[in-house]
């Protein structure tokens, strides 16, 4: 099971959090991601961690946003220097196997949380 919190309101240039708690078999999987899906469009791979510590980002949030994992089986998205289009519904995502690679389609992913909300507005 993959639970996010975390999301809410910021202003342009502002910071948010957000989280992922991991439970269940889920723990042991390869690797996780944070997707994001704005109203209409498509959902969009945003960054992915790897259990060893491997990361993939996607360029619009490269230097922005920062992953990473505790040791108490939580995810985080640290999102620094928000834009009015980082809003969205934010997901994070599981993948079981290590045969993909960090992959940033979402069809690879088999486990999903039910996502968070972040506005960026001023």
């Known amino acids: 099971l993959l639970v996010e919190s975390g999301g809410g309101w910021a202003q342009p240039g502002g910071s948010l959090t957000l989280s992922c708690a991991l439970s269940g078999r889920v723990r042991a999987h390869y690797a996780y991601a944070w997707f994001r899906q704005a109203a209409g469009k498509e959902r969009e791979f945003v960054t992915a961690i790897t259990r060893s510590g491997t990361i993939r980002a996607t360029d619009s949030v490269k230097g922005r946003f920062t992953i990473s994992r505790d040791n108490k089986n939580t995810v985080y998205l640290q999102m620094n220097s928000l834009k009015p289009e980082d809003s969205a519904v934010y997901l994070c995502?599981?993948?079981?196997?290590?045969?993909?690679?960090?992959?940033?389609?979402?069809?690879?992913?088999?486990?999903w949380g039910r996502g968070t909300q972040v506005t960026v507005s001023s």
């Open positions: 995502a599981s993948v079981f196997s290590a045969t993909f690679g960090l992959p940033i389609s979402p069809n690879f992913y088999s486990d």
